[in-house]
């Protein structure tokens, strides 16, 4: 469709140029219509950034939200982690494209919700109750979670996921996980992304037992995410 073609092309050219280097013209060029059939589908400059920043900034908000679902402190601040991590790798040319002129990043709309989501999130990291060194750490964290995916935007995704969560996790003071030879690994090199069935039995045994989910998680070198998924907890 000739909309997406102009969203792709402007997300490059804002990636590339800047948001406010970009002229509509500019993008009319790169998709290859006229700057009148261009406004045929997108008003102004804002509507275009405005299609292209919903899709992050709506996943973002799911992800917090459901994290704060949770049950347990831990669930909650890993769950908001881990799904905090996966929306900006999925959303990484978004991302890329905000940073490339951070004024877009303390404007309203687009910066009113990034900045209630980034509040919400050192929240949840710290946890309840959480005193000022908790918070501090939080903050730290969240802070750490999105930058590398900008700078290391060429790597692949489940390399630098796993890199960034192993990051967390030193800041927050927990083990990580040793990365064993001979195991079967996700795709680029991360953690295995699926148990096997034998592994899944015994993960549930090891949770019906009352070990945690970060307990599980390490011993079987996978991610929360990937212990939460088999076990549905």
Request: proline content about 3%; aromatic content about 6%; hydrophobic content about 45%.
């Amino acid at each position: 469709m000739t909309s997406q073609r102009i969203l792709e092309a402007a997300r490059a050219l804002f990636a590339a140029r800047g948001y406010r280097a970009t002229s509509m013209q500019a993008i009319a060029d790169e998709v290859g219509i006229t700057k009148a059939a261009l406004y045929y589908h997108f008003d102004s400059k804002e509507e275009i950034l405005h299609q292209l920043t919903l899709p992050l900034l709506d996943e973002l908000e799911a992800a917090l939200a459901q994290a704060e679902s949770c049950d347990s402190a831990e669930e909650v601040r890993w769950r908001a982690i881990e799904g905090y991590v996966d929306v900006h790798l999925r959303h990484r040319h978004t991302l890329t494209m905000l940073v490339k002129d951070m004024t877009l990043l303390v404007q309203a709309p687009v910066a009113d919700r990034f900045r209630a989501a980034i509040a919400l999130a050192n929240e949840l990291v710290a946890g309840p109750g959480g005193g000022l060194e908790q918070r501090v750490r939080a903050s730290q964290v969240v802070a750490g979670l999105a930058d590398p995916v900008v700078l290391f935007r060429d790597e692949p995704a489940e390399r630098l996921r796993s890199l960034i969560l192993d990051g967390a996790r030193a800041l927050l003071g927990e083990p990580v996980a040793p990365r064993a030879r001979g195991r079967t690994r996700g795709r680029n090199g991360g953690r295995p992304a699926i148990l096997t069935g034998e592994q899944v039995g015994q993960a549930r045994s090891l949770y019906a037992e009352g070990r945690s989910a970060e307990e599980i998680a390490a011993r079987f070198e996978v991610s929360r995410a990937t212990i939460y998924r088999h076990l549905k907890i």
